[in-house]
């Protein structure tokens, strides 16, 4: 379903907001080059040129008249490696003006993004450009702009002009053209553009500064490439529909390329379906069967990729595209008016009320979000992965990989339990002061000594996200700005300059603009992977670049040594227990020994007489809810049915614990005050209270006794001498010892 973008893809949407007539279109089909050549005019090329500092616009670079800032992006080339020389020169001579005006005003915006220009490639791209507008068919003579041709013609004319003239020169010379070519017409497309952005049909927010992007965008050098919406009707207005939710800020960029991915899938469905427009259908009545069609294409299409490779599309890969579809028609028969204006369609006029609700709730599979038992990894996991992790930096003649910044990355991955893209994309220098009143931390040796800040690219709003940090870290950190510094320093930034970010990528980024891309950190743990091939306690491999495991790891850390939930929501920058339970799956071991904190007492006020652990396997709490009491727990075998109704505190499988004391007690005074009630109604109407023996008096009055043993019992329960309970019989049971014979006195838990 992907593909990459062209410059052609780029200029089939209008430069103009008005959109193109059925004439216009069908001439750009016939004459493909005409969708490029007409982004053109000389008047833009020419403003282009002019914005160019003066020492910029210039036919040639030489050491003569090379700018301090070409000096250090300029690569060199060898003249004579035996003598040493190298030169840096770059020619643009020959060509006509308005393509000279063109190239240099590329090389000027690469060079200032912090790309790198490689003097031999963009030295045989002018000569192969010379051979075709010298020799080349009647339309490259002609041409006097880069966007007169697409790249792709651009190296038919260099091949069919080395035919002609025989020329000796490298034979990849028509392929450095057409790749060379490719990256500077999209950059010259959204230059020469000139209607609204979002009229482009490929968005490249590296390139257009107009696409409304964060701060710090994860994936902020991804491309939307809306080319394959072959329905004209349809890109035109999912572009509109997508154009506005990012600039109002209801989806970020990330949001807006899975989206894209989405539309593809009803896109596939309208060429194999066919349909009327934008209403779809012509009638009513057509619309359930027709969305049925689509449901059922997404239900039996066969996953080429994934864990279901070979079978059905995951449940959430056939949810999102229905939920993504619905949104948008919705979305059009809200605005249907004002699509029908700016998208110069009336049809828009034409959805109703059916198009708000394409698909019944059984036409989506419900949504699953459940991370796997495996998420967490071991101790034991954990410190091997930790142990081995020395491989990222070291040399590759010693077999390590040779990428410090990844063994950097994975250190605080492990200990901090951020995100990937929070660690990669973290400024330069990301520590703050660490605010406290009380004792300096730095003396304790395993206090926190400063707070770590970080870019949150997944919940927006609040605060600027932070962290307490130890010495370690900060120490982690410390290294790689010493190699951040070197690495720019070397690549010819200006001395002091630091780099936007801590995590840099490698290759044309001489500034320090861009952050380490998190694909090549997933290839560098996959790498890491093989060589170690850890496995955990039961045999199964680990694979180091799923980097959330990390940080489900870390939260589940937490929630067992006993943090409260509000500290690790905050530590894992949650805004709802929701989400930070969904990362953080309590331990087996740990609900135990919660669970035994508290003592079980019985119905009559005696200790449990079952092994604590026993107990609790008894009762499995996670899993057996209906014999959950309001005040304790039921003991009562799966299999049998309880024929006591309501009488829990007279039967001898209840039992419960001070967790419940609360409730117990509540209880105790409600039923004391319900006797009391029913004594005073009794008396007005027989002249005389109820006598003990009274059915539903002897029963509230043994409620009351049960609660009371069971209250006294809890703030004196029974324990051996080793630490452990005693197990006393519950209620109803023969030959159980008298409770002064078996209660001492406990600290209290």
């Given at each position: 379903m992907k593909a990459e973008p062209t410059v052609r893809a780029v200029a089939d949407a209008a430069t103009v907001p008005a959109p193109r007539t059925p004439e216009r279109k069908r001439q750009d089909k016939r004459d493909p080059r005409l969708s490029v050549a007409r982004l053109f005019s000389e008047e833009k090329a020419r403003r282009l040129w002019d914005s160019l500092p003066e020492e910029h616009r210039q036919d040639h670079f030489d050491s003569a008249n090379m700018p301090t800032d070409y000096l250090h992006a300029f690569s060199k080339r060898a003249i004579d490696k035996k003598r040493g020389w190298f030169t840096q020169s770059l020619s643009l001579r020959g060509l006509p003006e308005p393509m000279l005006w063109e190239l240099a005003w590329c090389v000027h915006q690469q060079v200032a993004d912090g790309y790198g220009i490689n003097t031999t490639r963009m030295g045989e791209l002018r000569r192969g450009l010379l051979l075709a507008v010298e020799h080349?068919?009647?339309?490259?003579?002609?041409?006097?702009?880069?966007?007169?041709?697409?790249?792709?013609?651009?190296?038919?004319?260099?091949?069919?002009?080395?035919?002609?003239?025989?020329?000796?020169?490298?034979?990849?010379?028509?392929?450095?053209?057409?790749?060379?070519?490719?990256?500077?017409?999209?950059?010259?497309?959204?230059?020469?553009?000139?209607?609204?952005?979002?009229?482009?049909?490929?968005?490249?927010?590296?390139?257009?500064?107009?696409?409304?992007?964060?701060?710090?965008?994860?994936?902020?050098?991804?491309?939307?490439?809306?080319?394959?919406?072959?329905?004209?009707?349809?890109?035109?207005?999912?572009?509109?529909?997508?154009?506005?939710?990012?600039?109002?800020?209801?989806?970020?960029?990330?949001?807006?390329?899975?989206?894209?991915?989405?539309?593809?899938?009803?896109?596939?469905?309208?060429?194999?379906?066919?349909?009327?427009?934008?209403?779809?259908?012509?009638?009513?009545?057509?619309?359930?069967?027709?969305?049925?069609?689509?449901?059922?294409?997404?239900?039996?299409?066969?996953?080429?990729?994934?864990?279901?490779?070979?079978?059905?599309?995951?449940?959430?890969?056939?949810?999102?595209?229905?939920?993504?579809?619905?949104?948008?028609?919705?979305?059009?028969?809200?605005?249907?008016?004002?699509?029908?204006?700016?998208?110069?369609?009336?049809?828009?006029?034409?959805?109703?009320?059916?198009?708000?609700?394409?698909?019944?709730?059984?036409?989506?599979?419900?949504?699953?979000?459940?991370?796997?038992?495996?998420?967490?990894?071991?101790?034991?996991?954990?410190s091997k992965i930790a142990a081995g992790s020395g491989v990222l930096a070291a040399p590759k003649a010693e077999g390590g990989l040779e990428d410090r910044q990844a063994f950097?990355?994975?250190?605080?991955?492990?200990?901090?339990?951020?995100?990937?893209?929070?660690?990669?994309?973290?400024?330069?220098?990301?520590?703050?002061?660490?605010?406290?009143?009380?004792?300096?931390?730095?003396?304790?040796?395993?206090?926190?000594?400063?707070?770590?800040?970080?870019?949150?690219?997944?919940?927006?709003?609040?605060?600027?996200p932070t962290i307490p940090v130890d010495q370690e870290i900060v120490d982690i950190i410390r290294r790689q700005q010493e190699w951040a510094r070197e690495f720019i320093t070397a690549q010819g930034a200006p001395a002091g300059t630091d780099p936007r970010y801590l995590f840099l990528q490698t290759k044309n980024n001489r500034l320090g603009k861009r952050p380490y891309a998190s694909a090549t950190f997933h290839s560098r743990l996959g790498a890491l992977t093989k060589i170690l091939a850890i496995t955990d306690s039961v045999g199964r491999p680990v694979k180091i670049s799923k980097t959330h495991t990390f940080r489900h790891t870390r939260a589940t850390d937490l929630i067992n040594a006993g943090v409260p939930i509000h500290v690790v929501m905050r530590y894992l920058g949650h805004v709802t227990p929701a989400m930070t339970m969904h990362y953080a799956k309590t331990l087996a071991m740990t609900a135990e020994r919660e669970f035994l904190r508290y003592k079980k007492v019985t119905a009559d006020g005696r200790t449990a007489e079952v092994d604590p652990s026993d107990l609790y396997d008894l009762l499995h709490l996670d899993q057996r809810a209906d014999r959950v009491l309001p005040n304790g727990w039921c003991m009562l075998p799966p299999r049998q049915v309880c024929s006591k109704g309501n009488a829990c505190l007279t039967c001898d499988k209840f039992v419960t614990d001070a967790s419940h004391r609360d409730e117990l007690q509540h209880q105790l005074a409600q039923t004391e005050a319900l006797i009391d009630r029913r004594q005073a109604q009794f008396t007005a109407r027989h002249g005389e209270p109820m006598s003990e023996d009274n059915i539903w008096l002897a029963g509230r009055l043994a409620e009351t006794s049960a609660l009371t043993k069971v209250l006294v019992a809890l703030d004196q329960v029974s324990v051996h001498e080793d630490g452990h309970l005693r197990a006393v019989r519950g209620a109803g049971t023969a030959d159980r010892p008298e409770p002064s014979s078996t209660a001492q006195q406990q600290e209290p838990t």
């Open positions: 080349g068919s009647p339309a490259a003579r002609a041409a006097i702009s880069l966007m007169a041709l697409t790249h792709e013609e651009w190296g038919r004319e260099v091949r069919g002009a080395l035919m002609r003239t025989n020329a000796s020169v490298n034979a990849y010379l028509p392929t450095w053209v057409e790749n060379g070519l490719k990256h500077l017409q999209d950059r010259l497309a959204h230059a020469y553009h000139d209607g609204e952005w979002w009229r482009l049909n490929v968005w490249n927010p590296a390139l257009d500064r107009r696409i409304p992007q964060r701060e710090h965008e994860p994936h902020g050098r991804a491309v939307a490439n809306f080319s394959q919406l072959t329905t004209d009707w349809f890109r035109e207005a999912a572009k509109w529909w997508l154009s506005v939710q990012l600039s109002t800020e209801r989806y970020v960029w990330s949001s807006v390329k899975s989206r894209l991915d989405h539309l593809k899938w009803f896109q596939w469905y309208i060429d194999q379906a066919g349909c009327a427009g934008p209403h779809l259908v012509d009638s009513p009545e057509k619309l359930r069967p027709w969305l049925r069609g689509f449901v059922d294409s997404l239900n039996n299409h066969t996953a080429m990729t994934g864990p279901n490779r070979g079978g059905r599309l995951a449940k959430n890969s056939r949810r999102g595209p229905l939920v993504t579809i619905e949104a948008f028609y919705r979305w059009m028969y809200d605005n249907s008016a004002e699509a029908a204006s700016v998208l110069g369609d009336a049809r828009w006029t034409r959805l109703g009320l059916q198009h708000t609700v394409l698909f019944r709730l059984e036409d989506k599979p419900r949504l699953t979000n459940q991370p796997p038992d495996d998420m967490a990894l071991e101790d034991e996991v954990i950097h990355a994975l250190m605080l991955l492990i200990r901090t339990g951020r995100r990937m893209n929070e660690v990669l994309m973290m400024d330069f220098e990301p520590l703050l002061p660490l605010l406290t009143t009380g004792p300096q931390p730095g003396k304790e040796p395993d206090g926190f000594v400063a707070r770590l800040a970080y870019q949150q690219t997944k919940i927006t709003g609040g605060d600027p």
